[in-house]
């Protein structure tokens, strides 16, 4: 039905570059409001424009060295392996090995935003990768990293997809975000 790829990283672990990029995104979001905070002060108080221009300048160069490094750090990620999304179940396929976990086996399905992208977004919760862990009737976990949109159709989201299984085959995935 649907593939998504498995993201691994050369140098720098998954969990750092999730924080690091937790971390933009919050620096992002901050920088706006700030300006305008800061622009509401300096008309208060009469300072010079020179203050606000050169305010305004420094932000500006914040936030081109974090698009710069958010960048960077999406780059290092590579692909690892295919996650298939079918009416059946989940196949997770890493270099020629294969597991197929059964939708009947499967206890629950984890979804939490591990990479969100800071513009264009691909999706409606700004993700461009899920931290997927899948929990099986015998208690076993496996723990990944899965793109947000699909290899072979674009415009499908990973967690669309699981809700569509969810409702059509009324399998109980007990997906948590």
């Not at 901050?30 to 203050?51: C, H, K, T, Y």
């Not at 295919?82 to 090995?97: A, R, Y």
């Not at 899920?130 to 499908?156: A, G, K, M, N």
Request: charged share 25%; hydrophobic share 50%.
């Amino acid at each position: 039905m649907s593939k998504f790829e498995i993201l691994k990283s050369g140098k720098v672990s998954l969990y750092k570059i999730g924080i690091i990029n937790k971390l933009i995104y919050a620096l992002v979001v901050m920088i706006f409001p700030f300006l305008g905070f800061s622009w509401a002060i300096i008309e208060r108080l009469n300072i010079s424009d020179v203050f606000f221009i050169t305010l305004i300048a420094l932000w500006l160069i914040i936030f081109i060295g974090l698009v710069i490094f958010s960048r960077t750090v999406n780059m290092k990620l590579e692909k690892l392996g295919e996650l298939d999304v079918t009416l059946n179940g989940i196949k997770k396929t890493i270099s020629g090995f294969e597991t197929f976990f059964d939708y009947n086996r499967i206890r629950e399905v984890k979804v939490r935003d591990h990479i969100k992208s800071i513009f264009f977004p691909a999706n409606k919760d700004r993700a461009k990768a899920y931290l997927v862990t899948i929990i099986t009737d015998d208690l076993t976990s496996e723990r990944f990293v899965v793109s947000s949109q699909s290899s072979s159709i674009p415009e499908v989201n990973f967690l669309d997809s699981l809700e569509f299984i969810e409702k059509y085959k009324k399998v109980k995935l007990r997906i948590k975000r």
